[in-house]
């Protein structure tokens, strides 16, 4: 049963993480140019909103998000139990890092921050939470607008800056850790991955981090 875990955390993982590719690409669109920018990030997003296939796509995303995070709970409870005694500790101590430690930390951190996020935006975008979306002259939902101005709020665009630091964190012990998880031990490939987990989890938290300050400072909102 702990060995399923394991797979089903390392490859939840996985799929987040590769989520996370994609979506970082479609927001990189928030930095073109303001001509071409609003029409470009609502075409794409409706496009997306409107395919079949990344409905389903969606739906085992949430279901990843959900999974992920009690696998990470009922796992994290169990190694505290095992690790309490003043030797495992100090093992723990000598032999890993600090976001090795302390991955459920970052991963509440990263939890609430997509509450937050799924608030903001996916609830207003997908749920109409504050009813129908206004559209833009194409007759898209207007996501690019509602991006830019929640962004120019100087604690949420604080609050996206600084949460990037826990998910680059996150990522770069995760990614590895589940390459391990499914059975990557051979110490050439093992440090391959650990050079490209380090790069991706940088890219990651810079590119996360610096699109809502460039909207924050440079975005135009008309
Ligand atoms: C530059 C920062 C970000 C921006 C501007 C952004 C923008 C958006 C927008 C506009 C949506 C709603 C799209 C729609 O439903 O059509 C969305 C959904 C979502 N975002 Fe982000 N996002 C950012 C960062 C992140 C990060 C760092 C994570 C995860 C750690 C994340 C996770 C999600 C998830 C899980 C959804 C729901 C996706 C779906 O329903 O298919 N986002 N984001």
Redesign the pocket.
């Known amino acids: 049963m702990h060995l399923i875990k394991k797979y089903l955390m390392a490859i939840t993982g996985l799929f987040?993480s590769f989520?996370?590719i994609v979506?970082?690409s479609?927001?990189f669109l928030?930095l073109l140019p303001h001509e071409i920018a609003p029409n470009l990030y609502n075409s794409y997003?409706?496009a997306?909103?409107t395919n079949p296939v990344?409905e389903v796509?969606?739906i085992f995303?949430?279901l990843a998000?959900i999974l992920h995070t009690v696998i990470a709970i009922n796992l994290t409870l169990r190694n505290k139990r095992k690790t309490e005694t003043p030797y495992h500790q100090n093992k723990i101590l000598e032999t890993s890092s600090w976001p090795s430690q302390n991955m459920g930390l970052l991963g509440l951190m990263?939890l609430i921050?997509?509450i937050v996020?799924?608030a903001n935006?996916?609830a207003?975008?997908?749920l109409g939470i504050e009813g129908p979306m206004p559209t833009d002259i194409n007759g898209h939902?207007d996501?690019y607008m509602?991006?830019v101005t929640s962004?120019k709020d100087p604690i949420l665009v604080t609050f996206?800056a600084v949460?990037?630091i826990p998910?680059a964190m996150h990522l770069s012990h995760g990614v590895s850790s589940a390459f391990r998880s499914l059975g990557v031990y051979h110490k050439r490939y093992m440090r391959y991955i650990e050079i490209l987990s380090k790069i991706y989890s940088v890219v990651?938290g810079l590119?996360?981090?610096l699109?809502?300050l460039y909207?924050f400072f440079f975005s135009k909102v008309s």
Do not use: T
């Open positions: 987040l989520f996370l979506h970082l479609a927001n928030l997003s409706n997306l909103r990344i796509v969606s995303l949430y998000i990263i921050f997509i996020h799924m935006f996916w207003k975008v997908k939902s996501i509602l991006v962004l996206y949460m990037s998910l990651m590119g996360f981090g699109i809502p909207i």
